[in-house]
């Protein structure tokens, strides 16, 4: 079991950048494979990121490779995304989602955690 909390979230003017974290409980954090998640108003939820078990190996969307980055702290628990060039097309709230396989298919996630707004204006 993994219970995962985000934060970082806020209201930024476009251009600008924000640092989620997501800090996750139990010991096993290092065997999940994590990624990011968002479902902007009206949308349906879309990958963003994700990064594998020991952060060798990531994986990106298209609208978010080159603006971010995903990380994570096996040491800590948390995995982090950074977000660069925030565009109010990036208003969304963000999820991080833990699995066993590494892969954007929200489905195959199996721990959620109950997100962070980002709110980017114009």
């Known amino acids: 079991q993994v219970q995962l909390v985000e934060s970082g979230g806020g209201l930024v003017q476009a251009g600008g950048s924000l640092r989620l974290s997501c800090a996750a409980s139990g010991r096993t954090f290092s065997s999940y494979v994590m990624g990011w998640f968002r479902r902007a108003p009206g949308k349906e939820r879309e990958f963003v990121a994700s990064?594998?078990?020991?952060?060798?190996?990531?994986s990106y969307t298209r609208s978010a490779k080159g603006r971010s980055t995903i990380s994570r702290d096996n040491d800590k628990n948390t995995v982090y995304l950074q977000v660069n060039s925030l565009k109010p097309e990036d208003t969304a709230v963000y999820y991080c989602?833990?699995?066993?396989?590494?892969?954007?298919?929200?489905?195959?996630?199996?721990?959620w955690g109950q997100g962070t707004q980002v709110t980017v204006s114009s």
């Open positions: 989602a833990a699995g066993n396989k590494f892969t954007s298919a929200a489905y195959e996630y199996d721990y």
């Open positions: 990064v594998s078990e020991s952060g060798r190996s990531t």
